[in-house]
């Protein structure tokens, strides 16, 4: 019997089968009108979902795909961004005020730096917000020395700049984050620019000339300067000890950017990551992803998508043509900037449409390939856990390293751990200390943030990569930075 005739037929026993016709007929309309209630309910409700389709039904297309990622990630309300806002002025005062304090520790007269990342910590400056084009061939260049004020003792900061004569009003419209005003010791094209700030040299607070000035530089500092500066009477020293200790502790707006910024990269990743199909490309998930980081103000500046065999070298190098298919081992690491400091996470899982195997048989029934891919996902995630064990304050860099590379060659993978564990982070996606096993003379402080990043990449197989943030602090086990960890390869 079909199912109108099932809805039509009257609900009555046997021994009413009988009754007067006109009861019949009332019971008959009264079902008759269930029914066309029961149908129009059914075609809106299908209405209803045919207009709703692209929220129910898996992306079938790259627009689908954008959508449905961005949209995922949206949906989060980003509470990630809440606790991180731009630099107010008064950090980049205390920032130069502890790297005076850290010149004088360290006996050095001044430290000399030009646009850059570290120009950037301390005056809000990139390379590219000084020349978009490329670095200047004139030298521009902050320079920072200590001011010590006899009655009280403190050390504050007394900053100058050595700048081309008719650049110095440019420089001045910058809008660098200083509370007096700007000084400069301008220099003209013909001039020797390392002469004219020998002679301008005075020591703060001191009326004696310095005929030598020990000055530090960064890693950054292009050769050519650091010869001229070490041609033309000053003692020219590289980045070292106290004063380079300042920019790798964060201060607590610091790490709430660093925190917002790589937390919401990995949200951005897990809202992608379900709104995946099959036959997607890694360039395709690659461009998604960048987008849907840009929906919530969020720029990335590196993305790397690989798929299985393409993985087994830990930054690619392939044309991102490989597709995605059920069994796909699919490792993503990518960075974005917020408030100019960066993020870099990676994630390995598989595709949403390969179905997580939840018994005992129905792991068995799996290929001896896809077993492995699980086993080595979990080795790697040990070897992460063993790392954040040996990341506390006091141990050293290298026994970070050692932590995690243990883990990875006791199960048999120690030639396929290709790089060192992790590196510092913060500005810069990768700056100091980092985090190798011959790294053994450089102690881990409060306030260090650093990336962790075991992996095992087996060629024309795949690769495993897990990459967190943590934050070292005064007693215990670091802090995550990026949210959460991964728990497993279908939910990374």
Same mark, same amino acid.
């Given at each position: 019997?079909?199912?109108?005739?099932?809805?039509?037929?009257?609900?009555?026993?046997?021994?009413?089968?009988?009754?007067?016709?006109? %009861?019949?007929?009332?019971?008959?309309?009264?079902?008759?009108?269930?029914?066309?209630?029961?149908?129009?309910?059914?075609?809106?409700?299908?209405?209803?979902?045919?207009?709703?389709?692209?929220?129910?039904?898996?992306?079938?297309?790259?627009?689908?795909?954008?959508?449905?990622?961005?949209?995922?990630?949206?949906?989060?309300?980003?509470?990630?961004?809440?606790?991180?806002?731009?630099?107010?002025?008064?950090?980049?005062?205390?920032?130069?005020?502890?790297?005076?304090?850290?010149?004088?520790?360290?006996?050095?007269?001044?430290?000399?730096?030009?646009?850059?990342?570290?120009?950037?910590?301390?005056?809000?400056?990139?390379?590219?917000?000084?020349?978009?084009?490329?670095?200047?061939?004139?030298?521009?260049?902050?320079?920072?020395?200590?001011?010590?004020?006899?009655?009280?003792?403190?050390?504050?900061?007394?900053?100058?700049?050595?700048?081309?004569?008719?650049?110095?009003?440019?420089?001045?419209?910058?809008?660098?984050?200083?509370?007096?005003?700007?000084?400069?010791?301008?220099?003209?094209?013909?001039?020797?620019?390392?002469?004219?700030?020998?002679?301008?040299?005075?020591?703060?607070?001191?009326?004696?000339?310095?005929?030598?000035?020990?000055?530090?530089?960064?890693?950054?500092?292009?050769?050519?300067?650091?010869?001229?500066?070490?041609?033309?009477?000053?003692?020219?020293?590289?980045?070292?000890?106290?004063?380079?200790?300042?920019?790798?502790?964060?201060?607590?707006?610091?790490?709430?950017?660093?925190?917002?910024?790589?937390?919401?990269?990995?949200?951005?990743?897990?809202?992608?990551?379900?709104?995946?199909?099959?036959?997607?490309?890694?360039?395709?998930?690659?461009?998604?992803?960048?987008?849907?980081?840009?929906?919530?103000?969020?720029?990335?500046?590196?993305?790397?998508?690989?798929?299985?065999?393409?993985?087994?070298?830990?930054?690619?190098?392939?044309?991102?043509?490989?597709?995605?298919?059920?069994?796909?081992?699919?490792?993503?690491?990518?960075?974005?900037?917020?408030?100019?400091?960066?993020?870099? %996470?990676?994630?390995?899982?598989?595709?949403?449409?390969?179905?997580?195997?939840?018994?005992?048989?129905?792991?068995?029934?799996?290929?001896?390939?896809?077993?492995?891919?699980?086993?080595?996902?979990?080795?790697?995630?040990?070897?992460?856990?063993?790392?954040?064990?040996?990341?506390?304050?006091?141990?050293?860099?290298?026994?970070?390293?050692?932590?995690?590379?243990?883990?990875?060659?006791?199960?048999?993978?120690?030639?396929?751990?290709?790089?060192?564990?992790?590196?510092?982070?913060? %500005?810069?996606?990768?700056?100091?200390?980092?985090?190798?096993?011959?790294?053994?003379?450089?102690?881990?402080?409060?306030?260090?943030?650093?990336?962790?990043?075991?992996?095992?990449?087996?060629?024309?197989?795949?690769?495993?990569?897990?990459?967190?943030?943590?934050?070292?602090?005064?007693?215990?086990?670091?802090?995550?930075?990026?949210?959460?960890?991964?728990?497993?390869?279908?939910?990374?």
């Amino acid at each position: 019997m079909d199912e109108k005739r099932l809805l039509l037929q009257p609900n009555v026993r046997v021994e009413y089968r009988y009754q007067i016709p006109s %009861i019949k007929f009332k019971a008959r309309q009264c079902l008759l009108t269930i029914f066309v209630f029961t149908v129009t309910c059914l075609i809106l409700l299908s209405s209803y979902y045919e207009d709703s389709s692209e929220y129910s039904s898996p992306p079938q297309t790259i627009q689908e795909f954008q959508k449905c990622s961005i949209n995922n990630f949206l949906a989060t309300g980003l509470p990630f961004l809440d606790s991180a806002s731009p630099l107010p002025v008064s950090e980049f005062v205390e920032r130069r005020n502890n790297l005076a304090v850290a010149l004088v520790a360290d006996g050095i007269d001044a430290f000399l730096v030009e646009p850059g990342y570290t120009f950037q910590y301390y005056a809000n400056i990139s390379q590219k917000d000084w020349e978009v084009w490329e670095p200047e061939e004139r030298p521009f260049l902050m320079v920072v020395q200590p001011l010590k004020n006899e009655t009280s003792g403190k050390v504050t900061a007394a900053t100058r700049f050595l700048a081309p004569s008719f650049e110095v009003e440019r420089a001045r419209l910058l809008g660098m984050p200083f509370v007096d005003q700007l000084e400069f010791v301008p220099w003209e094209e013909h001039w020797n620019p390392y002469e004219t700030l020998l002679k301008s040299w005075e020591t703060p607070g001191s009326s004696e000339k310095n005929s030598k000035p020990r000055i530090m530089v960064d890693d950054e500092m292009r050769d050519f300067i650091q010869r001229g500066l070490g041609e033309n009477g000053f003692e020219v020293l590289g980045l070292a000890a106290e004063v380079e200790r300042v920019k790798q502790t964060k201060t607590e707006r610091e790490i709430e950017i660093v925190r917002a910024v790589n937390t919401g990269t990995v949200e951005a990743v897990r809202a992608m990551r379900v709104c995946m199909y099959p036959g997607l490309t890694e360039n395709e998930v690659m461009e998604v992803l960048d987008n849907t980081l840009r929906a919530a103000g969020l720029e990335p500046f590196f993305d790397i998508v690989l798929f299985d065999e393409d993985a087994s070298n830990p930054h690619g190098g392939t044309d991102g043509s490989k597709v995605l298919e059920a069994e796909t081992f699919v490792l993503i690491d990518v960075g974005a900037h917020l408030y100019g400091y960066s993020s870099d %996470i990676c994630r390995t899982f598989f595709p949403p449409f390969f179905p997580k195997p939840n018994t005992t048989t129905e792991i068995e029934a799996l290929s001896p390939l896809i077993r492995e891919k699980l086993a080595v996902w979990d080795i790697v995630l040990e070897a992460q856990t063993q790392s954040m064990h040996a990341l506390h304050q006091g141990n050293s860099a290298a026994s970070v390293d050692v932590a995690a590379r243990k883990v990875i060659t006791d199960a048999g993978y120690g030639e396929a751990f290709t790089h060192r564990v992790g590196h510092g982070i913060g %500005i810069k996606a990768h700056e100091s200390p980092y985090l190798n096993k011959g790294n053994v003379n450089v102690t881990l402080r409060a306030g260090m943030t650093f990336t962790s990043e075991p992996g095992i990449y087996l060629v024309d197989k795949f690769g495993v990569r897990h990459e967190d943030i943590l934050l070292v602090r005064e007693s215990g086990e670091p802090e995550i930075l990026t949210g959460t960890r991964a728990v497993g390869p279908w939910d990374p």
